[in-house]
């Protein structure tokens, strides 16, 4: 693994996707960049929540903000294929740390 | 972009090797992580269907499947190669693919190095860059989609 940093930007893009309006957020942002006018549209939440999800998100790394004349339009962080990769990064730590405890409960089982 | 590296990941587990190949496969379910699925409603379990071609998924405990991707090479107890369908939308697309590369190194009888390596992380780049590309270009997909909705709509009056 890098440095701490590193290592907490991680935990952050991971905990930033654990929300599941957030990841509703995410997942829109996504899929077409948009402003939050229209982010706020079709979902349950208030437009100042929806503002601080998409803070959070841009603090973890996942979106970025652009100024498109009058609008700030939301959309996926060019950095975002590494924020993907270090949450893979640590999805899999954490996948494996759990396998290998199943394997070796499982052989003592045996 | 390409220069994107793969994450790498790996583990000695105490086991042998055909053990920790089925704990890996048959035995998914007991070690998949259940917080971060993709699916709408809590995770009640995760299959990897043996041999080539099985599929990869999770049911959701409201009885909908998502799909995680396939098995592409099935060589107990050595390799497992899988592909991962799951893009930065957190949506399952059988056209995005990313491979996770498991490979089992036997060490000794009880003793087993799993080596994990998820590569071709680079297609999330591409794909981000497609998505803006075809939102941002004039005359792209989405006017294609409205255009669609304007005959579509104009045919039923």
């Known amino acids: ?110 | 972009m390409s220069s994107i590296e793969p994450v790498r990941k790996e583990v000695v587990v105490n086991v042998s090797a055909e053990r920790a190949f089925r704990v890996f496969t048959e035995g998914v379910d007991g070690w998949w992580p259940r917080k971060h699925h993709i699916g709408t409603s809590p995770l009640k379990r995760t299959i990897i269907e043996p041999g080539v071609g099985g599929r990869w998924y999770s049911v959701c405990e409201d009885g909908t499947e998502c799909d995680v991707g396939r098995v592409v090479l099935w060589e107990p107890p050595t390799k497992l190669l899988l592909s991962w369908q799951i893009t930065a939308a957190w949506q399952y697309d059988p056209s995005f693919r990313t491979d996770v590369v498991v490979d089992f190194v036997a060490l000794g009888p009880k003793s087993t190095r799993v080596t994990l390596e998820h590569r071709d992380l680079h297609r999330y780049g591409v794909a981000a860059e497609e998505i803006r590309g075809m939102v941002n270009q004039p005359g792209g997909w989405l006017l294609c989609l409205e255009e669609f909705a304007r005959v579509a709509e104009t045919e039923v009056s």
Do not use: C
């Open chain 1, 1 to 110: 693994m890098a440095n701490s940093r590193a290592a907490s930007r991680n935990l952050d893009g991971f905990a930033a996707l654990s929300d599941p309006t957030r990841r509703l957020v995410f997942e829109r942002i996504a899929r077409r960049p948009q402003p939050v006018g229209r982010l706020a549209e079709g979902l349950a939440v208030t437009r100042p929540a929806v503002s601080q999800h998409l803070k959070v998100l841009k603090d973890a790394g996942l979106v970025a903000v652009e100024a498109r004349g009058t609008l700030r339009v939301y959309r996926l962080d060019p950095k975002g294929v590494e924020a993907m990769k270090n949450y893979l990064d640590r999805f899999w730590d954490e996948a494996l740390s759990a396998f290998k405890e199943v394997a070796e409960a499982e052989e003592n089982e045996a």
